[in-house]
């Protein structure tokens, strides 16, 4: 525990079995990538990317070529994805690293082939992103054959994959996925058309895999002779995304399957600093936006909005103190919460305060800040500031 007790517990033996639940519910004819971007969704890549490795990922996937050169010092032997594109300075770094990039427009083949050249390697893979409808990255169909005349003879780079990102595998119906799929279909044609073969089809993050699409993925990858490769980050932290429309009638076995077997990674705690008692009517924080309807006891936390405490939380959440739900009274601070805690009996300093994570029976998920935040668990996790130690546990 950090001198300033506020921090963040990993659990890598769950990331790890988190890997191995999916890796067996993807089935044999899927290879996961483990997406540990921003480092590792805040749970601290040091921690996971190692953890996948032993868990049997091959392949890790980061934003950038920064986060590419950390991984590739953790986990020698990995396949790392730089995911986000790469940058007119990233070319030599990609290459020395034997990082694989994503790449989509022909300015990103003429970095890479350059520095492929400059440092004499005759081969680099990278993977070759589709738009199929999200319009954020990737190439559209309309651009895909002038693309594809690059990977002549004599070219540094090989086609290895082929890739998109579904935008809507959260909606249960499936449909935009569907078309999305649909659209992938015909851009494979074109490549097959090319004369190149990739071998591998790169598709699916965590609600596609968890909703059952890794079998409709590696049909496709199969009529192209392809292996398909899924992405999943936030299950791999051990969260069911929810789906949105939900499912109508019977959600599919795998959901039911990943909500029994999937364990939170990251818990976040706390301790109570000091406890007083004030009368009724002293305001509470800045601006005094609480005010003691009553005696009450108040107990200071060390973890405020610079360490990634939602400041919309004040006077709007509880956070755990002996196994009881202590109400946030007055705005949150920078570095500092108060808390109610007159029905908790015998609160003393050094208590300790869980943010996310269980306390005897009960439990505070990053799906619950996400709620009163109005936001995701995804941007609950990577806003965890960087001050916040993570400890393995
Ligand atoms: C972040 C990301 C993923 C993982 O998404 P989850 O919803 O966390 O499973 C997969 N693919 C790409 C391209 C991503 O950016």
Same mark, same amino acid.
């Given at each position: 525990?950090?001198?300033?007790?506020?921090?963040?517990?990993?659990?890598?033996?769950?990331?790890?079995?988190?890997?191995?639940?999916?890796?067996?519910?993807?089935?044999?004819?899927?290879?996961?990538?483990?997406?540990?971007?921003?480092?590792?969704?805040?749970?601290?890549?040091?921690?996971?990317?190692?953890?996948?490795?032993?868990?049997?990922?091959?392949?890790?996937?980061?934003?950038?070529?920064?986060?590419?050169?950390?991984?590739?010092?953790?986990?020698?032997?990995?396949?790392?994805?730089?995911?986000?594109?790469?940058?007119?300075?990233?070319?030599?770094?990609?290459?020395?690293?034997?990082?694989?990039?994503?790449?989509?427009?022909?300015?990103?083949?003429?970095?890479?082939?350059a520095a492929a050249r400059s440092l004499g390697v005759r081969s680099i893979s990278v993977h070759l992103e589709i738009d199929t409808g999200m319009s954020r990255q990737g190439a559209d169909l309309a651009s895909l054959p002038s693309l594809l005349a690059?990977?002549?003879?004599?070219y540094p780079l090989r086609l290895e994959a082929v890739m998109t990102h579904l935008f809507a595998a959260d909606e249960a119906d499936g449909q935009v996925t569907e078309d999305q799929l649909s659209r992938m279909n015909d851009a494979l044609i074109t490549?097959?058309?090319?004369?190149?073969?990739?071998?591998?089809?790169?598709?699916?993050?965590?609600?596609?895999?968890?909703?059952?699409?890794?079998?409709?993925?590696?049909?496709?990858?199969?009529?192209?002779?392809?292996?398909?490769?899924?992405?999943?980050?936030?299950?791999?932290? +051990?969260? &069911?995304?929810? $789906?949105?429309?939900? #499912?109508?009638?019977? *959600? =599919? !076995?795998? @959901?039911?399957?990943?909500?029994?077997?999937?364990?939170?990674?990251?818990?976040?705690?706390?301790?109570?600093?000091?406890?007083?008692?004030?009368?009724? +009517?002293? &305001?509470?924080? $800045?601006?005094?936006? #609480?005010?003691?309807? *009553? =005696? !009450?006891? @108040?107990?200071?936390?060390?973890?405020?909005?610079?360490?990634?405490?939602?400041?919309?939380?004040?006077?709007?959440?509880?956070?755990?103190?002996?196994?009881?739900?202590?109400?946030?009274?007055?705005?949150?601070?920078?570095?500092?919460?108060?808390?109610?805690?007159?029905?908790i009996p015998d609160v003393v300093p050094g208590d300790e305060v869980v943010l996310i994570g269980a306390q005897d029976s009960e439990k505070i998920s990053s799906f619950d800040h996400a709620r009163a935040a109005g936001t995701i668990p995804w941007e609950?996790?990577?806003?965890?500031?960087?001050?916040?130690?993570?400890?393995?546990?």
């Amino acid at each position: 525990m950090p001198n300033r007790p506020c921090w963040v517990e990993i659990s890598t033996r769950a990331f790890e079995d988190n890997y191995r639940f999916l890796s067996r519910l993807a089935g044999p004819q899927v290879e996961l990538l483990a997406i540990v971007k921003a480092n590792a969704y805040g749970h601290s890549l040091e921690l996971c990317a190692p953890a996948a490795i032993r868990a049997g990922a091959n392949w890790l996937g980061v934003t950038s070529v920064e986060e590419g050169v950390e991984a590739r010092r953790l986990c020698p032997e990995a396949r790392i994805l730089v995911i986000s594109g790469i940058f007119p300075h990233d070319g030599e770094d990609v290459v020395r690293n034997k990082l694989t990039a994503v790449v989509w427009d022909s300015w990103q083949l003429d970095i890479l082939e350059a520095a492929a050249r400059s440092l004499g390697v005759r081969s680099i893979s990278v993977h070759l992103e589709i738009d199929t409808g999200m319009s954020r990255q990737g190439a559209d169909l309309a651009s895909l054959p002038s693309l594809l005349a690059s990977f002549r003879r004599d070219y540094p780079l090989r086609l290895e994959a082929v890739m998109t990102h579904l935008f809507a595998a959260d909606e249960a119906d499936g449909q935009v996925t569907e078309d999305q799929l649909s659209r992938m279909n015909d851009a494979l044609i074109t490549v097959k058309a090319s004369g190149i073969h990739p071998g591998i089809l790169n598709i699916g993050n965590s609600a596609a895999l968890l909703s059952g699409q890794a079998s409709n993925i590696s049909k496709l990858a199969a009529r192209f002779d392809m292996k398909a490769l899924m992405r999943p980050g936030l299950a791999l932290y +051990g969260l &069911v995304p929810e $789906y949105d429309p939900q #499912f109508s009638s019977a *959600e =599919p !076995m795998s @959901l039911g399957q990943a909500r029994l077997n999937l364990r939170p990674v990251l818990s976040w705690k706390s301790q109570v600093v000091s406890v007083h008692s004030v009368d009724a +009517g002293t &305001v509470v924080g $800045y601006n005094g936006t #609480f005010v003691a309807t *009553e =005696p !009450m006891r @108040l107990a200071l936390i060390a973890a405020g909005y610079a360490d990634g405490l939602d400041r919309k939380l004040g006077n709007h959440f509880s956070l755990l103190v002996r196994g009881q739900r202590a109400p946030v009274v007055g705005r949150i601070s920078m570095d500092q919460t108060v808390v109610d805690v007159t029905e908790i009996p015998d609160v003393v300093p050094g208590d300790e305060v869980v943010l996310i994570g269980a306390q005897d029976s009960e439990k505070i998920s990053s799906f619950d800040h996400a709620r009163a935040a109005g936001t995701i668990p995804w941007e609950i996790f990577t806003r965890i500031a960087s001050r916040v130690p993570r400890v393995a546990i």
